[in-house]
């Protein structure tokens, strides 16, 4: 099984919302990831979370926060978010970092 | 110095067709190489990985990995228009650390019936 679950499949919301993605997989997997993904673009890493520590993509911007209530689990809150930030949300996640990744479905974000 | 390097296409091919994909690495200790696939509007899917210099076949799938030249290919076999997609590239390493992916802009196949 290599199923990563990911909910909303869309969200739309305001600049001025606060908001949650969320990403969850059973495979026990040992690292989890947050891409955003332009249309066109190749997946950018945001966020790397394994063995309890957070890696960051130092070019994120502040209103975008990881979170990691267990091992299995990996959302991502949103605050403040501006236009450019509508993407396309990816999760994944793989045995050990750097191995093979699988990811999830997605959650389709637009920021109005 | 890009990292991961693909031609953006199209790859255009008649069904029935071989499709050769390609893609080179600047990073010469990259030891593990993977190939996604992804539809338009969708997330990718692992379809092929490969670890060692040489062919790995898998169904109509074969990946190709040549290290001393820094390159990694995907032959599809029997291209079907159901296999239009890009294909991401994939290599652990590169400026993004060992414990990540750096990904190629991806080829767009396209494969007319």
């Known amino acids: 099984d290599t199923e990563v679950t990911q909910t909303p499949k869309h969200l739309v919301m305001g600049m001025t919302n606060k908001k949650s993605l969320k990403c969850e997989q059973h495979?026990?997997?040992?690292?989890m990831y947050w891409y955003k993904q332009k249309a066109k673009k190749p997946p950018e890493l945001m966020f790397v979370?394994?063995?309890?520590?957070?890696?960051i993509n130092e070019s994120v911007p502040s209103r975008f926060s990881p979170e990691c209530p267990n091992s299995s689990l990996l959302n991502l809150h949103l605050h403040a978010l501006q236009p450019e930030d509508s993407a396309l949300y990816l999760c994944?996640?793989?045995?050990?970092?750097?191995?093979?990744?699988?990811f999830g479905p997605g959650t389709r974000l637009t920021v109005t | 110095q890009k990292e991961v390097e693909q031609n953006s296409g199209p790859l255009s091919v008649p069904e029935g067709a071989i499709a050769s994909l390609n893609c080179t690495y600047s990073?010469?200790?990259?030891?593990?190489f993977f190939w996604y696939r992804q539809y338009s509007g969708k997330s990718p899917e692992l379809i092929m990985s490969?670890?060692?210099?040489g062919d790995k076949e898998d169904g109509r799938f074969t990946a190709q990995l040549n290290k001393a030249s820094q390159y990694v290919s995907l032959l599809i076999r029997d291209s079907q228009p159901s296999d239009s997609a890009t294909y991401l590239c994939?290599?652990?390493?590169?400026?993004?650390?060992?414990?990540?992916?750096?990904f190629g802009k991806g080829t767009m196949l396209l494969v007319s019936p």
């Open positions: 979370y394994s063995y309890e520590k957070l890696s």
């Open positions: 994939a290599v652990r390493g590169g400026n993004s650390g060992y414990s990540t992916l750096t």
């Open positions: 490969i670890y060692s210099n």
């Open positions: 495979m026990g997997h040992r690292a």
């Open positions: 990073d010469r200790v990259s030891q593990s």
């Open positions: 994944a996640s793989s045995q050990e970092p750097g191995f093979e990744q699988y």
